[in-house]
């Protein structure tokens, strides 16, 4: 157990909805990192929150949003989903802003299909 | 840019075979590299890491050492067990985040 929490597990929706991933880092990391991992795409970086603060952006679309609140939680919200959004979403932590050094944490994932 | 080439998987070896899983990477500067590892059904862990140059990482009896000269970060077991199965990946760290390999599938045989 990393000690990171993400929920759903799994969520299935329709095309052209809007879903909302959840996100708890481990206990005093301030950095949040969100993922997705599908079988053509191979790992993708999406985006990183630090202290409630973006610091650095990867492959995510425009219709994906993400945000990091006060008590460190993120959540990424997905909308006008299409099927190709279908994928596990993992969200990780670390303690500090810069992955050189430090570990990032990995949460179990939510499984999202899109129908 | 930043970029990590893992070899294809799956790779496929018998119990107690000597496994190579390769990663070469091209980056400007000194990035750290990492190994992390995915069991089915789990989110990715950190295996290992080197964070400069002829740095050997090393856990569970995997070892890599950080190449500079040939820019390759591979990773070794002398022995593989059933339980090693699962997805590796290499990455390298750039601008606060990790640059990620495509994933090596690794499939122990008992």
């Known amino acids: 157990d990393s000690g990171v929490t993400q929920t759903p597990k799994h969520l299935i929706t329709a095309t052209g909805q809007r879903v909302t991933l959840r996100c708890s880092p481990r206990?005093?990391?301030?950095?949040v990192y969100w993922y997705q991992q599908s079988l053509d795409q191979g790992l993708q970086f999406l985006i990183q929150?630090?202290?409630?603060?973006?610091?650095a952006k990867g492959n995510i679309l425009e219709r994906f949003s993400a945000q990091q609140f006060p008590d460190l939680h993120s959540e990424l919200n997905l909308s006008s989903l299409e099927l190709g959004d279908s994928a596990l979403y993992f969200c990780?932590?670390?303690?500090?802003?810069?992955?050189?050094?430090?570990?990032?944490?990995f949460g179990p994932g939510t499984r999202l299909t899109v129908l | 840019g930043n970029s990590v080439t893992q070899m294809e998987g799956p790779v496929t070896l018998s119990e107690e075979a000597f496994l190579t899983i390769n990663c070469t990477y091209t980056?400007?500067?000194?990035?750290?590299l990492f190994w992390y590892v995915q069991y089915p059904g789990e989110g990715l862990q950190l295996l290992l890491k080197?964070?400069?140059a002829d740095d050997k990482g090393s856990n569970k009896g995997f070892e890599a050492t950080y190449r500079k000269e040939t820019t390759s970060f591979h990773l070794e077991k002398g022995s593989v067990q059933v339980s090693d199965s699962a997805v590796y990946f290499c990455?390298?760290?750039?601008?606060?985040?990790?640059?990620w390999g495509a994933g090596t599938k690794l499939i122990i045989k008992p």
């Open positions: 080197a964070t400069k």
């Open positions: 980056a400007t500067g000194y990035p750290s």
């Open positions: 990455a390298l760290s750039s601008n606060y985040q990790l640059i």
């Open positions: 929150y630090y202290n409630g603060e973006e610091r």
């Open positions: 206990s005093g990391d301030l950095s």
């Open positions: 990780a932590s670390s303690p500090q802003s810069d992955s050189s050094y430090n570990e990032q944490f």
